[in-house]
T-cell receptor, first 113, second 113 residues
Framework: AQSVTQLDSHVSVSEGTPVLLRCNYSSSYSPSLFWYVQHPNKGLQLLLKYTSAATLVKGINGFEAEFKKSETSFHLTKPSAHMSDAAEYFCVVSEGGTYKYIFGTGTRLKVLA | NAGVTQTPKFQVLKTGQSMTLQCAQDMNHEYMSWYRQDPGMGLRLIHYSVGAGITDQGEVPNGYNVSRSTTEDFPLRLLSAAPSQTSVYFC????????????FGNGTRLTVT
């Protein structure tokens, strides 16, 4: 069965410092993995996705994530946080060829000036 | 491009009232779905459809009905609103085949008093 765990419900960083949002997953088959961002009162926007090609995935706004099968992880990183990065981030797993998506419970990122 | 459009943005209902949340997409996507978002619980699937005339239940279907008469529209009906249905509702769609990214609307914030 699929599952996804976001290890931190809240993360605070100072502007200009690195961001790390952690995600572990469980999947019986080859998973597809996604990170979505949700700004206040908005829908979810795709940041990046992994679909069994390169394990290091680059997304929008300077974010990237690395698929590590041995660790069943898909952590999201950014070298330098901006104030505009303050939002909620969701890690999502889907098994290839299915319409089933499992969402993590979200990590709220706060960026301090 | 409009993408996925949800109406209304906000709604307040009294217990027992019924209403329909509207969702329309202009990307010719076969798959459409409804999620509810509650604090600390991520997004949970209510109902989904893989094409006109085909619908199925998700994780939390009780108290909701759907139908899919056209490719573009996928309305969600609350038959008799309850306070437990206070939530933010998101409609999402995706294309067929290798296109696996979910595209989200901006959500409907529903309060049931």
């Amino acid at each position: 069965a699929q599952s996804v765990t976001q290890l931190d419900s809240h993360v605070s960083v100072s502007e200009g410092t690195p961001v790390l949002l952690r995600c572990n997953y469980s999947s019986s088959y080859s998973p597809s993995l996604f990170w979505y961002v949700q700004h206040p009162n908005k829908g979810l926007q795709l940041l990046l996705k992994y679909t069994s090609a390169a394990t290091l995935v680059k997304g929008i706004n300077g974010f990237e994530a690395e698929f590590k099968k041995s660790e069943t992880s898909f952590h999201l990183t950014k070298p330098s946080a901006h104030m505009s990065d303050a939002a909620e981030y969701f890690c999502v797993v889907s098994e290839g060829g299915t319409y089933k998506y499992i969402f993590g419970t979200g990590t709220r990122l706060k960026v301090l000036a | 491009n409009a993408g996925v459009t949800q109406t209304p943005k906000f709604q307040v209902l009294k217990t027992g009232q019924s209403m329909t949340l509207q969702c329309a997409q202009d990307m010719n996507h076969e798959y459409m779905s409804w999620y509810r978002q509650d604090p600390g619980m991520g997004l949970r699937l209510i109902h989904y459809s893989v094409g006109a005339g085909i619908t199925d239940q998700g994780e939390v279907p009780n108290g909701y009905n759907v139908s899919r008469s056209t490719t573009e529209d996928f309305p969600l009906r609350l038959l008799s609103a309850a306070p437990s249905q206070t939530s933010v509702y998101f409609c999402a769609s995706r294309g067929q085949g290798g296109s696996i990214t979910l595209h989200f609307g901006n959500g409907t914030r529903l309060t049931v008093t």
